[in-house]
């Protein structure tokens, strides 16, 4: 059989693990396995890959990517590379371990249909942080037209759960690269968009971190206001100015609020002769 026609036509190979499969597994040589770039997970961690690689050595890959089949011509002939589709995390912990072939099942996807499958089969398959879950969602109602309802019924979650997913994408990017670094969680994240004050949500986020705070923690102080305008003030401003403030003019019930360009001091006045009196006084 000539050259080029054989590495059109992978070798099957049988393996106990996944021999109760209905889809035709092949074991393809791992050098003609590519990534793909359009996948939407952009980040692994070195300790879960490392993880990963470990239980693939004892127990080997119970999982076969999904890849697609890229024909190509060399000097050799008529070959092939399969572009990942689904697996990309297995991909890279076999290579940690040397692994020569790897089992796949090739789908036959036309180009224009590879991106929406590599969302949908890493959002289903893959443990994906909510930031590149919500680029995944904005990139199948965006790009290809899909509704949250649609993507709800392929993904297999409620829509209303999609919705809260991409409304973290309006987050601030040191919120967002916090998240994709686990540094707090979807819950917290879902708290924080929820506040539409900047500075507000700014000192919740830090407060999160600073404290160690838990979602219930946070979800209990922002309720009971511990964490609301005030705290945005210095401490100078806090413990010394607001007192004083209200004890000067306690007559007139002051309230002060924080807002984005400065500071508000509310005063109430029964009458206009009050008013008429206290302008009288501070000039």
Same mark, same amino acid.
């Given at each position: 059989m000539p050259r080029g026609i054989e590495s059109l036509i992978p070798k099957r190979k049988e393996n106990k693990e996944l021999?109760?499969?209905? !889809?035709? &597994?092949?074991?393809?040589?791992?050098?003609?396995?590519? %990534?793909?770039l359009l996948q939407p997970r952009k980040s692994f961690s070195d300790k879960s890959l490392s993880e990963l690689a470990r239980s693939i050595e004892k127990y080997g890959i119970l999982q076969p990517l999904i890849v697609r089949r890229i024909e190509k011509e060399s000097s050799k002939g008529l070959g092939a590379d399969y572009q990942i589709i689904a697996g990309e995390r297995r991909y890279l912990a076999a290579k940690m371990i040397g692994l020569k072939e790897l089992p796949v099942i090739i789908q036959d996807i036309k180009k224009e249909d590879e991106l929406p499958i590599s969302l949908v089969e890493n959002i289903q398959r893959e443990d994906l942080n909510p930031i590149?879950?919500?680029?995944?969602?904005?990139?199948?109602?965006?790009?290809?037209?899909?509704?949250?309802?649609?993507?709800?019924?392929?993904i297999g979650i409620?829509? !209303?759960? &999609?919705?809260?997913?991409m409304r973290l994408l309006?987050? %601030?990017?040191?919120?967002?690269e916090s998240i994709r670094k686990k540094e707090i969680t979807e819950g917290h994240a879902r708290i924080?968009?929820?506040?539409?004050?900047?500075d507000l949500q700014e000192k919740i986020f830090q407060k999160i971190l600073k404290d160690k705070m838990s979602v219930r923690e946070v979800e209990k102080s922002v309720k009971n206001k511990k964490i609301n305008n005030n705290q945005i003030f210095s401490d100078n401003l806090s413990q010394k100015i607001i007192p004083?403030?209200?004890?000067?003019?306690?007559?007139?019930s002051p309230s002060i609020q924080k807002r984005k360009n400065g500071i508000s001091l509310i005063l109430r006045f029964s009458s206009p002769k009050e008013l008429d009196d206290f302008l009288n006084k501070i000039s």
């Open positions: 021999k109760n499969r209905k !889809e035709n &597994i092949f074991w393809i040589e791992i050098e003609k396995i590519k %990534p793909n590149e879950k919500a680029e995944a969602f904005k990139k199948l109602n965006k790009d290809f037209g899909l509704t949250q309802e649609e993507i709800s019924k392929i409620s829509r !209303e759960s &999609i919705a809260n997913t309006n987050l %601030p990017q040191n919120i967002k924080l968009v929820s506040e539409k004050d900047p004083k403030v209200k004890n000067i003019l306690k007559t007139y």
